[in-house]
């Protein structure tokens, strides 16, 4: 997956009418699912846990489907991106030990996931103003470059690919 520039205004502003709608539907829809199961079917000892229940996961069931019907739509690009983008830094971050271990002895595809992974970031921190640990970040690539200069490599994000992964 490649790193592009996000229009963070577009972004941010998508993915808030995006949480607001969500939020709505799960509210309304599961009110209405569970108010509606409950006159239909009313329980005598006054618990409807069950119908409340019922009616919360049909509506989540119903905006998963949905979300996962518009996702390609040109509202949803950066949105969608950026969810795509989480998913990938996360599963370097689930093999990061090893990739750092890796890196330490030389190898030239676990210092490139790992500098995938800080561009990534630092485009995620960026877009989420949470710029709070920048300074670690900063320190961290330094120390990657450092170690990147030790062993002659020069380091591209563009030769990243997931499945280089699946080595780790």
């Known amino acids: 997956m490649k790193l592009i520039k996000v229009d963070k205004r577009r972004y941010r502003k998508h993915l808030n009418y995006l949480i607001i709608a969500c939020i709505a539907a799960l509210l309304i829809g599961s009110l209405g699912i569970s108010q509606t199961l409950i006159a239909l079917y009313p329980d005598e000892s006054g618990s409807h846990f069950h119908w409340n229940l019922t009616g919360v996961v049909i509506t989540s069931a119903i905006v998963g489907f949905a979300l996962n019907k518009i996702k390609h739509h040109d509202f949803m690009t950066e949105v969608y991106y950026v969810w795509r983008l989480k998913q990938v830094l996360n599963k370097i971050h689930r093999k990061m030990m090893k990739l750092k271990s890796a ?15 800080y561009a990534g970031s630092r485009l995620l921190w960026e877009l989420d103003d949470n710029t709070i640990i920048m300074d670690q970040l900063a320190l961290d690539q330094a120390a990657l470059n450092t170690l990147a200069e030790k062993h002659h490599i020069k380091l591209d994000i563009e030769t990243f690919s997931l499945d280089s992964l699946k080595t780790f």
């Open 103 to 117: 890196a330490d002895s030389g190898d030239v595809v676990a210092m490139t996931a790992i500098q995938y992974s």
